[in-house]
């Protein structure tokens, strides 16, 4: 994403926790800096991409945060996936300052980041999302603006929700298949030209098939992600079964320590219940 930044002509400044990666982006012409403050001192929008809730809320309001450093008028995108509720306080608490926030989580995967093509779900003030709209669109293809602080945050949980079901039935698809003795190139050819069709089948399932449990996305970050949204449906009072049942499931693919592994990884769970290896055409 700053690679794509550099290469629009935005100046960049980056702080980041990992030498060798600042270091690395120093070489592709960013200047580096000592801490988020410093970083803020040098510019006029700061982004940030953490894991968590609280890892925001430290980098944004800690000590040696962005709004330290901040000056009135300059804007804070959050593009990491955090609570909706936290990304609402952390708006307040930059607004107290003067300082603009929008919260702009992300879909697409590392294929999307490295090409500049993720779709962005923007919350904040639309006057603030204008003025953004050239930095956001280095940065994706599909940016749609959902409304005030905190909504794009639920746009995100939203589009976890769908991703995670959909794993879940190419998962138990490829299951059915491999039980049957289907030949699986075969099976993932056609389905995935018809209706069946998705971005987790096409990108995911022959990873399943190669055994190729390499993150795009970790299992633990999905699981995170996965927390937010059952907390945000329970202020709701709203029921998500499905959504329920696959956090059970990546637990299990956890207890089994895959949680630094691809959200792929979720067919060894579904294979475990089965007793069958999806490559191997006997019972383990």
């Known amino acids: 994403m700053v690679r794509n930044l550099l290469k629009a002509g935005f100046k960049v400044t980056t702080y980041g926790r990992r030498k060798p990666v600042v270091d690395e982006l120093v070489s592709a012409g960013a200047v580096a800096a000592g801490s988020p403050s410093e970083t803020a001192q040098a510019s006029d929008v700061v982004i940030t991409m953490l894991p968590d809730s609280p890892d925001v ?30 990304a609402r306080e952390i708006a307040e608490l930059a607004a107290s300052k003067g300082v603009d926030f929008l919260d702009a989580p992300v879909s697409g995967g590392e294929k999307g980041a490295v090409e500049g093509t993720l779709s962005i779900m923007v919350g ?19 940016i749609i603006y959902m409304g005030e602080s905190g909504m794009g ?14 794993i879940l039935a190419a998962c138990e698809g490829l299951m059915l298949g491999a039980k049957a003795g289907l030949d699986m190139e075969k ?9 069946a069709g998705s971005w987790m089948l096409s990108n995911l399932a022959p990873k399943m098939l190669q055994r190729d449990f390499e993150p795009g996305f970790k299992v633990k970050l999905q699981q995170k992600d996965l927390r937010l949204a059952l907390a945000a449906a329970e202020e709701l009072k709203l029921p998500l079964p499905g959504t329920s049942l696959i956090h059970q499931l990546f637990r299990a ?20 219940l089965a007793e069958h290896k999806m490559d191997d055409g006997e019972t383990s």
């Open 187 to 195: 099976l993932l050819s056609v389905v995935s030209a018809g209706a």
């Open 57 to 86: 809320k430290e980098v944004v309001t800690g000590e040696n945060g962005i709004l330290q450093g901040a000056r009135p008028g300059m804007t804070v995108i959050d593009m990491s996936t955090i609570s909706p509720s936290v």
């Open 124 to 142: 904040g003030r639309q006057e603030v999302y204008e003025k953004c709209l050239p930095i956001l669109q280095a940065l994706g293809k599909t």
């Open 253 to 272: 693919v956890q207890a089994a320590g895959m949680d630094e592994k691809g959200t792929q990884a979720l067919i060894t769970a579904l294979e475990k």
């Open 153 to 166: 945050q639920t746009t995100k949980l939203c589009n976890q929700i769908i991703c995670v079901g959909n």
